[in-house]
């Protein structure tokens, strides 16, 4: 017996979380499955790897063809391998995630996708498969990277204030931040520049902008 009919070839797919932030609320992209296994179910975006795709391009055709969503930077968040994630056969999943400004994107439920919304990750409904694990993976994944970058870049304004930027940890690591300690470790980090701007709040005084570096 030849290596190849001793170890049967598994089938991968990629599964994307995107994040955003609507409504102070962390936010998660689902698609409703229009098709079996799961039919009706929600489930995060994605999809099986062509054969001649890379991971990256089978991740950004998937996101575009099931949700419209395009031109997001991707990044690799883990491999899910568990041989009895989906009834289908023996399926490996490689997902990304990505956040993205909700406003700056269209989305639509398109491929085999019945419908296509924003869900809280706080409370998301029943999801399809093991999404549930890649979900909570992700947001685990997401609070410990933002003790070490800037995770704001894709979910404000190209400018902002610091306060603005501060609300977006806070919804994310669901807790309030110091407002002293968190304004010195940003602006340490060195990736925000503050511009010669202000914005009025109300009966505040005018809060001064700032903007990612690229």
Known sequence: MSQLEKYPRPSVTVDLVIFTIVDDDLKVLLIRRGNEPYQGLWALPGGFVGIGESLEEAAARELQEEVGVRNVYLEQLY?????ERDPRGRVISVSYFALVDAERQTIAA???????RWHSVFKPPRLAFDHRKILDYAVWRLRNKIEWTTVGYELL????TLSELQRVYEIILQRPVDKRNFRKKILLQGQIRELNETRSDGAHRPAKLYSFKQ
């Open 79 to 83: 491999t899910f391998g568990e041989p």
């Open 110 to 116: 398109a491929s085999d996708a019945a419908d296509a």
């Open 157 to 160: 304004a190209k400018k902002f």
